[in-house]
């Protein structure tokens, strides 16, 4: 019989070895992991099996920002090493304690978790256990790398426009966005201080589980679905729908589902392409009926999103929180971007669009200050762009989509930054806040290690770098359904097993 205080110990050897190699960890107290695990020793051999929970004695790993009692949340800024460590648990983590499960360590993110890299000025640069040049992704970097290279079976993470399922995809793991309405942000560190709940709500922001299979996705989901609402009330009350799971998962429910391969703006690399045909014919084999499915001028999706996320402030707000702190060269170009005053924003806007660089041209827009009669604009497109979307797509009676996670496989460390907007996919399912989980197909071939595009610009050069000598790194791919249909989602994830 393998005890609790075994499994700790195992994997805290393999966190104190592997994992600091990586640079995936953040804090860590495994004498206090180890405390309560023999205490779940304790309470197995002295207590019936139906007063034990449902993860009795199981260790988990945590995002930097999820609070955790007796552990340090730092937000990627060494000002926060001065913080005391928590004196309580984010709500998430009170119901997966309250069913036996044990905090292990926390993982490593992006300085104030901003960037595609998992990388800060404290724990370093988040490496991938499939080739440490290469980044884990973000800004659930961290978790990534610790369940991908199994210093921890499985862990929580957080997602406003992709920080699940593109570090899921980059390592090779599976991972899980909830439909907001289904997901607590309760509790959480955000900048300096303790926040009731996570910013970016209007992004359908998210927190779920990362693991190995579907199954470490659904233990998680099936002992949280239902449970927030003790404590936060704006939590559907909904208990995980095992049923529609099943009938999902075993194809005795047949779907209608949308096909996204690529997207003019931000082309996905032949690997992924080619990834996403070979997952549409298995479900056509499957029994379902698979349709290729376009959005009108997908670059809006984008720009919107990023319109939000460069709000006025935020780079003052930043810096704030980094105080005499140079930025992290991750994070150092937005911030950038961000304090320049507009006019001279506006002159290189138009040097950019003369030396061929008409991408990052169009975003760049999006940090432009905006006034009040802006925002409201800006609100009533993201609306808009959602009925457009929902109304083509329900009309045509879809359930699910599924399409690319990102335009490419991991990239060397740096130069995620360099390839554009490459949430561009997993952001579009958060505008619609929508459920999206990442399932890893297989991995890049000899014969697609290259890039293709029509564009020669910088994003061009960044993501062709990043397909080069990529033979071997796992591709994963996006599903997603409609909210509240997480069920639907997480059963046609398991469906792609067989591939």
């Known amino acids: ?286 029994g379902h009926d698979v349709q290729d499915f376009s959005i009108k001028d997908f670059r809006r999706h984008i720009y919107s999103v990023l319109n939000m996320m460069f709000i006025n402030g935020s780079a003052g707000k930043t810096l704030e929180i980094l105080d005499d702190e140079y930025p992290h060269p991750n994070l150092a170009l937005s911030v950038k971007v961000q304090v320049v005053p507009d006019f001279i924003k506006r002159m290189l806007k138009c040097f950019l669009g003369l030396f061929g660089q008409k991408r990052l041209q169009y975003i760049m827009s999006a940090s432009f200050y905006k006034w009040a009669g802006e925002f409201e604009q800006m609100a009533d497109e993201k609306e808009e762009l959602k009925e457009e979307f929902n109304d083509k797509f329900f009309e045509e009676g879809y359930d699910a989509i599924i399409l690319p996670a990102c335009a490419c496989v991991a990239s060397p460390i740096g130069l995620t930054g360099e390839a554009g907007p490459i949430i561009n996919y997993t952001s579009l399912i958060n505008l619609l806040q929508y459920c999206g989980g990442c399932v890893p197909i297989r991995k890049v071939k000899k014969s697609e290690q290259f890039y293709h595009t029509q564009w020669t610009d910088k994003f061009a050069g960044a993501l062709t770098k990043s397909m080069e000598n990529s033979e071997g790194l796992p591709v994963g791919i996006q599903v997603a359904a409609p909210p509240m249909r997480d069920e639907l989602c997480l059963g046609l994830m398991l469906s792609l097993i067989h591939i």
Request: a positive charge; aromatic letters at 8%; charged letters at 25%.
């Open 1 to 286: 019989q393998i005890t609790s205080e075994q499994i700790v110990i195992t994997f805290g050897l393999r966190i104190a070895q592997q994992g600091k190699e990586l640079n995936g960890i953040a804090d860590v107290d495994l004498q206090f992991a180890l405390n309560e695990a023999k205490q779940r020793d304790y309470e197995r051999a002295t207590k019936p099996e139906n007063q034990l929970g449902p993860l009795h004695g199981l260790p988990f790993s945590v995002k930097d920002h999820i609070c955790v009692k007796g552990l340090r949340d730092t937000f990627g800024a060494a000002k926060n090493l001065m913080l005391e460590k928590q004196q309580e648990d984010a709500l998430i983590i009170k119901i997966l304690r309250s069913k036996g499960a044990i905090p292990l360590t926390k993982s490593n993110i992006p300085t104030c978790l901003g960037g595609l890299e998992s990388g800060n000025r404290i724990y370093g640069d988040t490496k991938n256990p499939w080739d440490q040049k290469r980044t884990a992704g973000g800004s659930s970097g961290g978790e990534a790398s610790l369940i991908s290279s199994r210093c921890s079976v499985l862990g929580l993470g957080s997602d406003i426009a992709g920080s699940l399922r593109i570090p899921a995809a980059f390592c090779g793991i599976y991972s899980f966005m909830p439909s907001p309405a289904r997901s607590s942000s309760y509790g959480c560190f955000f900048g300096t201080q303790l926040k009731k709940r996570f910013g970016f709500r209007t992004l359908g922001a998210s927190l779920g589980p990362m693991g190995r299979s579907t199954g470490d996705l659904k233990l998680i989901l099936e002992n949280l679905f239902g449970e927030y609402t003790k404590k936060d009330i704006y939590v559907d009350k909904s208990n995980f729908d095992q049923k529609l799971y099943d009938d999902v998962a075993s194809g005795r429910k047949k779907l209608k589902i949308a096909v996204i391969k690529s997207d003019e703006f931000m082309e996905a690399a032949p690997a992924v392409q080619n990834t996403i045909k070979e997952v549409a014919e298995e479900l056509r084999y499957q």
